[in-house]
């Protein structure tokens, strides 16, 4: 996973935006979480690449994207996406989107009218309410997290990572997600990004999700402890004919816990939907 790349770039507002590509085919986008970056799709996407193109970015502020001092919230990440699905030329692409990723996914597709063949959502932010505790307490402590010496964010940050997991990680599994926070610079966009969390990007959206006009599986990992299984089922209900898979020792981060079921239902779920997905069903456009 320290080998993962996004070698292309695309210019943003202004930032520099970091993707990678893999395979021929129909076009497949992976969408990563918060804290975290595309490398956690560092299994899943060479086995989708075997049948599919897959395209993968690192949202702005994370991993090896611009980082800039002003807005990385989820309220800027649904434009770039619109852009970068503008820039790639995709038409009904299928949409695996994971944590942040999957708010994004559901804002680009609600907000800005991107249509997808299918969407798998895996452990999203999509209903209140959402953030773990230390989301909760850095929000109204920001300056002090971010000026904290760097010896403490260091220490804070694998236990903070870990607690994303159902399994005990190793350092070399947690290096690739820390590494990318590590330094005063870093640090401070680490507790910028998390204080810009808020929850009205969500409110904006969450209504309309009976509106989403593409078949729609949902994972869930059981032991999730950043947002429980039950927001899962509330999101379910709310997805006309979606389906919800809870997803047994896996926590909030399941490409670490149980990369195997997300490889088993993505590859099902595409196999499923084929390029019919979206004509299947019959929904009409957002308004």
């Known amino acids: ?16 935006i970091r993707w990678g590509s893999l395979g021929e085919g129909a076009p497949v986008v992976l969408m990563h979480g918060t804290p975290f970056w595309s ?4 299994r899943l996407a060479p086995l989708l690449a075997t049948e599919r193109k897959v395209y993968f970015f690192d949202m702005l502020g994370y991993g090896n994207s611009d980082r800039p001092a002003g807005d990385v919230s989820l309220g800027v990440q649904n434009r770039l996406f619109a852009a970068l699905a503008d820039h790639w030329n995709l038409t009904l692409p299928d949409i695996v989107a994971h944590d942040f990723g999957g708010a994004t996914a559901l804002r680009a597709h609600l907000i800005d009218g991107i249509d997808y063949n299918s969407l798998t959502l895996i452990d999203p932010v999509a209903v209140r309410p959402w953030g773990s505790p230390l989301v909760q307490h850095v929000k109204h402590h920001e300056a002090a997290f971010a000026g904290m010496p760097g010896y ?7 236990a903070y990572l870990q607690s994303a997991m159902k399994r005990k990680a190793t350092r070399e599994t ?16 680490f507790y910028r990004q998390i204080a810009q969390m808020d929850q009205r990007y969500t409110d904006e959206v969450q ?4 509106r989403i006009r593409c078949p729609v599986r949902i994972l869930w990992g ?3 402890e950043w947002i429980p299984i039950e927001r899962g089922r509330e999101l379910h209900a709310m ?12 926590g909030h981060l399941m490409q670490e816990d149980a990369p195997e079921a997300i490889a088993f239902h993505v590859q099902a779920f595409l196999k499923a939907t084929g390029r019919k997905g979206r ?7 957002c308004p």
């Not at 996973?1 to 070698?7: F, G, K």
């Not at 490398?39 to 560092?42: N, R, S, T």
């Not at 209504?207 to 009976?210: F, G, T």
């Not at 997805?239 to 896996?250: K, T, Y």
Request: hydrophobic residues 40%; proline residues 9%; charged residues 25%.
């Open 1 to 16: 996973m320290t080998n993962w790349l996004t070698p292309e770039t695309f210019d943003f507002q202004g930032h520099t």
């Open 207 to 210: 209504d309309l999700y009976a």
């Open 39 to 42: 490398c956690e799709w560092a």
């Open 152 to 158: 403490m964010h260091e220490a804070i940050l694998p």
């Open 174 to 189: 947690l290096a690739p997600y820390a590494d990318q926070w590590l330094g005063e610079e870093k640090q401070a966009a």
């Open 222 to 224: 059981e032991d999730d």
């Open 239 to 250: 997805i006309p004919g979606s389906e919800f898979i809870p997803v047994s020792g896996a």
């Open 279 to 285: 004509q299947e069903r019959d929904v009409s456009p």
